[in-house]
Nanobody, 117 residues
C-alpha cells in the first residue's frame, strides 16, 4: 500500500522559514517524479515545485528564489525548504508522486502552513 506522509507544517511569522517533508512507503520512490502542490481557501490547487527522477527541478514563479525542493532516495523522502515566507504562502501543502510512464499517481493527506504575525 502506497503512502505519502507530509510533515513540518505549522504557524510561522512573515519572513520565517519552514521545511516540509514527505515520506513515501510502499513504492520504489526513485522511480517517481515528485511535486509539492498547495491549496489556499477558496482557490484551486496549484503546483509549487517539482523534482524529476533525474533531479531536475521546477518552481512556480512566486516561490522562485525562496523555496527549494530536494529528494533523498535513500530515505524515500522529499523536502521543501521554504524561506522568506509570506502571508500569501498560507495553504495546505500536498505531496504528489507520479510515475513518468504508468498511471500511478499518489497524494499525501496535506500539511497546513500558516504565515501570519
Amino acid at each position: 500500500q502506497v503512502q505519502l506522509v507530509e510533515s513540518g507544517g505549522g504557524l510561522v511569522q512573515p519572513g520565517g522559514s519552514l521545511r516540509l517533508s514527505c515520506a513515501a512507503s510502499g513504492m520504489i520512490f526513485s522511480f517517481y517524479n515528485i511535486a509539492w502542490y498547495r491549496q489556499a481557501p477558496g482557490k484551486q490547487r496549484e503546483l509549487v515545485a517539482s523534482i524529476t527522477i533525474g533531479g531536475s527541478t521546477n518552481y512556480e514563479d512566486s516561490v522562485k528564489g525562496r523555496f527549494t525542493i530536494s529528494r533523498d532516495n535513500a530515505q524515500n523522502t522529499v523536502y521543501l525548504q521554504m524561506n522568506s515566507l509570506k502571508p500569501e504562502d498560507t495553504a495546505v501543502y500536498y505531496c504528489n508522486a507520479k510515475h513518468p510512464f504508468l498511471d500511478d499517481n499518489y497524494w499525501g493527506q496535506g500539511t497546513q502552513v500558516t504565515v501570519s504575525s
